[in-house]
Protein backbone atom coordinates (compact mmCIF):
# COMPACT_ATOMS: atom_id res chain seq x y z
CA UNK A 1 0.00 0.00 0.00
CA UNK A 2 1.18 3.23 -0.74
CA UNK A 3 -0.18 6.81 -0.31
CA UNK A 4 -1.26 7.05 -4.14
CA UNK A 5 -3.25 4.15 -3.62
CA UNK A 6 -4.71 6.27 -0.33
CA UNK A 7 -5.57 9.29 -2.53
CA UNK A 8 -7.00 7.21 -5.35
CA UNK A 9 -9.13 5.27 -2.91
CA UNK A 10 -10.00 8.54 -1.28
CA UNK A 11 -11.43 9.86 -4.43
CA UNK A 12 -13.28 7.44 -5.45
CA UNK A 13 -14.95 6.33 -2.37
CA UNK A 14 -16.25 10.11 -1.74
CA UNK A 15 -17.64 10.52 -5.23
CA UNK A 16 -18.27 6.75 -5.69
CA UNK A 17 -17.94 7.62 -9.67
CA UNK A 18 -15.03 6.19 -11.11
CA UNK A 19 -15.20 8.77 -14.42
CA UNK A 20 -15.53 11.48 -11.80
CA UNK A 21 -12.86 10.31 -9.11
CA UNK A 22 -10.66 10.30 -12.38
CA UNK A 23 -11.43 13.77 -13.69
CA UNK A 24 -10.82 14.79 -10.01
CA UNK A 25 -7.37 13.66 -9.95
CA UNK A 26 -6.32 14.43 -13.35
CA UNK A 27 -5.39 10.43 -14.11
CA UNK A 28 -7.31 8.38 -16.98
CA UNK A 29 -10.23 6.48 -15.88
CA UNK A 30 -8.44 3.10 -16.67
CA UNK A 31 -5.18 3.52 -15.17
CA UNK A 32 -7.52 4.60 -11.24
CA UNK A 33 -8.75 1.15 -11.72
CA UNK A 34 -6.29 -0.67 -11.84
CA UNK A 35 -4.68 1.64 -8.65
CA UNK A 36 -7.48 0.51 -6.60
CA UNK A 37 -7.36 -2.69 -8.23
CA UNK A 38 -3.82 -2.93 -7.22
CA UNK A 39 -4.89 -1.90 -3.83
CA UNK A 40 -7.15 -4.36 -3.30
CA UNK A 41 -4.52 -7.17 -3.65
CA UNK A 42 -2.29 -5.46 -1.47
CA UNK A 43 -4.38 -5.58 1.35
CA UNK A 44 -6.60 -8.93 -0.17
CA UNK A 45 -9.88 -6.65 1.03
CA UNK A 46 -13.06 -6.00 -1.69
CA UNK A 47 -13.27 -1.83 -0.67
CA UNK A 48 -15.91 -1.46 -3.45
CA UNK A 49 -18.51 -3.09 -5.36
CA UNK A 50 -19.84 -2.02 -8.82
CA UNK A 51 -22.27 -3.94 -10.66
CA UNK A 52 -25.10 -1.92 -12.67
CA UNK A 53 -26.45 0.35 -10.25
CA UNK A 54 -23.54 2.22 -9.49
CA UNK A 55 -19.85 1.70 -7.06
CA UNK A 56 -20.70 1.16 -3.09
CA UNK A 57 -18.38 1.13 -0.39
CA UNK A 58 -17.98 -2.31 0.89
CA UNK A 59 -17.88 -2.08 5.19
CA UNK A 60 -14.19 -2.67 4.70
CA UNK A 61 -14.01 0.47 2.66
CA UNK A 62 -16.09 2.10 5.24
CA UNK A 63 -13.33 1.60 7.75
CA UNK A 64 -10.72 2.32 5.28
CA UNK A 65 -11.75 5.53 4.30
CA UNK A 66 -12.21 7.02 7.63
CA UNK A 67 -8.68 5.32 8.44
CA UNK A 68 -7.27 6.92 4.93
CA UNK A 69 -8.36 10.20 5.65
CA UNK A 70 -6.77 10.34 9.01
CA UNK A 71 -3.79 9.10 7.58
CA UNK A 72 -3.87 12.00 4.93
CA UNK A 73 -4.41 14.51 7.26
CA UNK A 74 -1.69 13.48 9.34
CA UNK A 75 0.49 13.40 6.55
CA UNK A 76 -0.55 17.53 5.20
CA UNK A 77 0.31 18.02 9.31
CA UNK A 78 3.63 16.61 9.06
CA UNK A 79 4.01 18.72 5.65
CA UNK A 80 3.71 21.88 7.18
CA UNK A 81 6.02 20.89 10.41
CA UNK A 82 8.63 20.10 8.24
CA UNK A 83 7.94 23.31 6.24
CA UNK A 84 7.63 25.45 9.97
CA UNK A 85 11.01 23.78 10.91
CA UNK A 86 12.75 24.61 8.27
CA UNK A 87 11.87 28.08 8.29
CA UNK A 88 12.64 27.85 12.15
CA UNK A 89 8.86 28.38 13.12
CA UNK A 90 8.91 25.31 14.83
CA UNK A 91 11.62 22.70 16.65
CA UNK A 92 13.36 22.88 19.82
CA UNK A 93 16.52 26.03 20.51
CA UNK A 94 18.94 25.24 22.80
CA UNK A 95 20.88 27.91 24.50
CA UNK A 96 23.68 28.36 27.17
CA UNK A 97 21.79 30.44 29.83
CA UNK A 98 23.78 33.06 31.81
CA UNK A 99 22.91 31.83 35.36
CA UNK A 100 21.36 34.19 37.64
CA UNK A 101 22.05 36.56 34.86
CA UNK A 102 19.58 34.83 32.55
CA UNK A 103 16.35 36.96 34.34
CA UNK A 104 17.35 40.19 33.94
CA UNK A 105 19.25 39.77 30.67
CA UNK A 106 16.82 37.06 28.51
CA UNK A 107 13.50 36.80 29.84
CA UNK A 108 12.13 39.83 27.80
CA UNK A 109 14.37 38.35 24.47
CA UNK A 110 12.19 34.97 25.49
CA UNK A 111 8.75 36.38 26.25
CA UNK A 112 8.98 38.03 22.80
CA UNK A 113 10.23 34.98 21.23
CA UNK A 114 7.62 32.95 22.61
CA UNK A 115 5.06 35.26 21.12
CA UNK A 116 6.53 35.15 17.58
CA UNK A 117 7.29 31.39 17.39
CA UNK A 118 4.87 29.66 19.78
CA UNK A 119 5.48 26.13 18.76
CA UNK A 120 9.75 26.06 19.57
CA UNK A 121 10.45 25.08 22.34
CA UNK A 122 13.66 26.70 24.11
CA UNK A 123 16.28 25.25 26.68
CA UNK A 124 18.19 27.05 29.18
CA UNK A 125 21.28 25.04 29.63
CA UNK A 126 23.81 25.53 32.58
CA UNK A 127 27.36 24.77 30.84
CA UNK A 128 29.22 25.73 34.03
CA UNK A 129 32.73 25.90 33.43
CA UNK A 130 32.40 23.63 30.45
CA UNK A 131 34.05 25.89 27.09
CA UNK A 132 31.31 27.17 25.12
CA UNK A 133 32.66 26.46 21.73
CA UNK A 134 33.06 23.01 22.95
CA UNK A 135 29.62 22.63 23.60
CA UNK A 136 28.65 24.86 20.58
CA UNK A 137 31.08 22.55 18.56
CA UNK A 138 29.10 19.65 20.13
CA UNK A 139 25.40 20.75 18.98
CA UNK A 140 24.94 20.51 22.92
CA UNK A 141 23.53 24.08 22.29
CA UNK A 142 23.00 26.15 19.48
CA UNK A 143 23.68 29.70 21.24
CA UNK A 144 25.64 30.85 24.02
CA UNK A 145 27.12 34.01 25.59
CA UNK A 146 30.55 34.97 26.40
CA UNK A 147 32.06 38.38 27.75
CA UNK A 148 35.94 36.87 26.76
CA UNK A 149 37.18 39.57 24.07
CA UNK A 150 39.72 37.21 22.98
CA UNK A 151 37.31 34.55 22.44
CA UNK A 152 38.25 32.47 19.09
CA UNK A 153 36.06 32.82 16.14
CA UNK A 154 36.57 31.66 12.90
CA UNK A 155 34.47 31.12 10.06
CA UNK A 156 32.50 28.48 11.88
CA UNK A 157 31.39 30.96 14.32
CA UNK A 158 29.17 33.68 14.17
CA UNK A 159 29.04 36.75 16.67
CA UNK A 160 27.25 39.37 18.22
CA UNK A 161 27.25 42.19 20.76
CA UNK A 162 24.27 42.50 22.63
CA UNK A 163 24.79 44.46 26.05
CA UNK A 164 28.00 46.63 26.70
CA UNK A 165 28.76 47.84 30.49
CA UNK A 166 31.30 50.04 32.29
CA UNK A 167 33.19 48.41 35.46
CA UNK A 168 32.33 49.68 38.96
CA UNK A 169 33.47 48.62 42.29
CA UNK A 170 30.94 46.64 44.12
CA UNK A 171 31.25 46.77 47.82
CA UNK A 172 29.31 46.80 51.35
CA UNK A 173 27.25 49.53 52.23
CA UNK A 174 29.59 49.02 55.85
CA UNK A 175 32.89 49.67 53.59
CA UNK A 176 34.57 52.99 54.96
CA UNK A 177 34.18 54.14 50.91
CA UNK A 178 30.37 53.74 50.87
CA UNK A 179 29.76 56.92 50.94
CA UNK A 180 31.97 58.51 48.55
CA UNK A 181 30.63 59.34 45.18
CA UNK A 182 33.27 57.58 42.88
CA UNK A 183 36.51 55.62 43.93
CA UNK A 184 39.99 55.07 43.04
CA UNK A 185 41.04 51.62 41.96
CA UNK A 186 43.70 52.64 44.33
CA UNK A 187 41.97 52.85 47.33
CA UNK A 188 41.38 49.28 47.58
CA UNK A 189 45.13 48.13 47.99
CA UNK A 190 44.18 46.89 51.70
CA UNK A 191 40.99 44.78 50.69
CA UNK A 192 40.11 41.21 49.78
CA UNK A 193 39.30 42.11 46.02
CA UNK A 194 37.00 38.59 44.84
CA UNK A 195 36.32 37.30 41.65
CA UNK A 196 34.14 34.80 40.36
CA UNK A 197 35.07 31.20 39.19
CA UNK A 198 38.33 28.88 39.89
CA UNK A 199 41.65 28.76 39.06
CA UNK A 200 43.05 27.34 35.87
CA UNK A 201 39.48 26.58 34.95
CA UNK A 202 37.04 29.37 34.50
CA UNK A 203 38.68 32.78 34.98
CA UNK A 204 37.48 35.30 33.10
CA UNK A 205 36.65 37.56 35.65
CA UNK A 206 40.43 37.10 37.82
CA UNK A 207 42.03 37.93 34.23
CA UNK A 208 39.50 40.97 33.62
CA UNK A 209 40.57 42.34 37.49
CA UNK A 210 44.23 41.30 36.96
CA UNK A 211 44.51 43.22 33.94
CA UNK A 212 42.62 46.11 34.77
CA UNK A 213 44.93 46.27 37.78
CA UNK A 214 47.95 45.70 36.24
CA UNK A 215 47.71 48.18 33.60
CA UNK A 216 47.50 50.67 36.31
CA UNK A 217 50.22 49.51 38.39
CA UNK A 218 48.33 48.83 40.90
CA UNK A 219 49.35 46.98 44.10
CA UNK A 220 46.28 44.34 45.73
CA UNK A 221 46.05 41.09 47.91
CA UNK A 222 45.82 38.04 45.79
CA UNK A 223 42.74 37.87 43.52
CA UNK A 224 40.13 35.28 45.83
CA UNK A 225 38.10 32.74 43.75
CA UNK A 226 34.75 32.58 44.71
CA UNK A 227 32.30 29.69 42.76
CA UNK A 228 29.41 31.80 41.52
CA UNK A 229 27.52 35.55 42.11
CA UNK A 230 25.54 34.23 44.91
CA UNK A 231 28.33 33.64 47.45
CA UNK A 232 29.98 36.74 46.27
CA UNK A 233 27.24 38.71 47.04
CA UNK A 234 27.02 37.35 50.45
CA UNK A 235 30.71 38.26 51.10
CA UNK A 236 30.37 41.67 49.39
CA UNK A 237 27.44 42.05 51.89
CA UNK A 238 29.23 41.12 54.83
CA UNK A 239 31.94 43.30 54.12
CA UNK A 240 35.07 40.80 53.62
CA UNK A 241 35.93 42.09 50.62
CA UNK A 242 35.30 44.03 47.19
CA UNK A 243 35.07 43.29 43.25
CA UNK A 244 35.17 44.79 39.79
CA UNK A 245 32.08 44.19 38.47
CA UNK A 246 29.70 45.45 35.63
CA UNK A 247 26.06 46.63 36.63
CA UNK A 248 24.51 45.03 33.68
CA UNK A 249 25.59 41.97 34.83
CA UNK A 250 25.54 42.55 38.72
CA UNK A 251 22.08 43.14 40.92
CA UNK A 252 22.64 45.66 43.52
CA UNK A 253 21.07 45.47 46.62
CA UNK A 254 20.34 47.39 49.37
CA UNK A 255 23.43 45.80 51.53
CA UNK A 256 25.94 46.25 48.48
CA UNK A 257 26.62 49.66 46.16
CA UNK A 258 28.73 49.79 43.31
CA UNK A 259 31.04 52.82 43.08
CA UNK A 260 32.05 54.73 39.35
CA UNK A 261 35.73 54.51 39.01
CA UNK A 262 37.69 57.63 38.85
CA UNK A 263 40.47 55.96 36.65
CA UNK A 264 39.77 56.22 32.43
CA UNK A 265 40.17 53.70 30.29
CA UNK A 266 38.69 51.44 27.16
CA UNK A 267 39.48 48.06 28.97
CA UNK A 268 36.70 49.44 32.10
CA UNK A 269 34.10 48.66 29.28
CA UNK A 270 32.78 45.10 28.67
CA UNK A 271 30.99 43.44 25.64
CA UNK A 272 28.63 40.33 26.28
CA UNK A 273 28.25 38.24 23.02
CA UNK A 274 25.94 35.85 21.35
CA UNK A 275 27.74 33.53 19.87
CA UNK A 276 26.68 30.72 17.45
CA UNK A 277 27.39 27.75 15.09
CA UNK A 278 26.56 29.22 11.39
CA UNK A 279 25.34 25.86 9.79
CA UNK A 280 23.47 24.46 12.97
CA UNK A 281 19.91 25.24 13.05
CA UNK A 282 20.55 28.15 11.00
CA UNK A 283 16.92 29.27 10.95
CA UNK A 284 16.10 29.11 14.59
CA UNK A 285 19.08 31.13 15.63
CA UNK A 286 18.66 33.48 13.24
CA UNK A 287 15.53 34.52 14.45
CA UNK A 288 15.83 34.23 18.42
CA UNK A 289 19.06 36.61 17.27
CA UNK A 290 16.79 38.90 15.09
CA UNK A 291 14.58 39.28 18.57
CA UNK A 292 17.96 39.51 20.67
CA UNK A 293 18.51 42.50 18.69
CA UNK A 294 15.59 44.02 18.71
CA UNK A 295 15.35 43.92 22.53
CA UNK A 296 16.61 46.97 24.45
CA UNK A 297 18.92 45.24 26.85
CA UNK A 298 20.29 48.49 27.69
Known sequence: MELRHLKYFIAVAETLNFRRAAERLNVAQPALSRQIKDLEDSISVQLLERDTGGTRL?????????EARDIMERIDMAREMARDAQAGRRGHLHIAGLGSMSLGLLSDTLAKFRVMYPSVDVSLHDIGHRDLISELRAGNVHLGFSFDPNILLTREFDSV??????????????????????VSLKDFDDDHIFCIGKAGIYDLHRRITQSILSERSIHHKPLKYVANLELMMAL???????????????????????????????????????????????????????????????
Not at 161 to 182: C, D, G, N, Y
Not at 245 to 255: A, D, H, K, M, N
Open 236 to 298: LAGNYGVSLVFPRFFGETSQIVLKPILEDGDDLEIFLSAVWRRNLQPKLVNNFVEILRSVDLH
Open 58 to 66: TEAGSVLLE
Open 161 to 182: HVVKSRARIAMSVRHPLAQEEA
